[in-house]
């Protein structure tokens, strides 16, 4: 005879239904970016789909050195 499956904890219940994570667009190229559990605490703060789109923003480099500063040429 089979035994029974534990019951589910809180952590182990979510099966893949990602249509219920909160998404929102990237500020730099507009993809929908879906929830992630390493942003639950800074979710609000996310405004980037991708390091790439983080460091193609004209914001991001305004206090950037520029490359010929960064190589000590004038």
């Not at 029974?4 to 994570?21: D, E, H, R, V």
């Amino acid at each position: 005879m089979k035994a029974a499956k534990p019951a589910a904890s809180a952590s182990t219940s979510f099966k893949g239904n990602k249509q219920a994570l909160p998404s929102k667009p990237c500020v730099a190229c507009g993809l929908s970016m879906s929830w992630r559990k390493r942003w639950a605490r800074s979710w609000d703060e996310v405004k980037y789909c991708s390091e790439a789109c983080r460091r193609s923003t004209p914001a991001s480099r305004a206090g950037a050195p520029s490359d010929e500063s960064a190589r000590g040429r004038p």
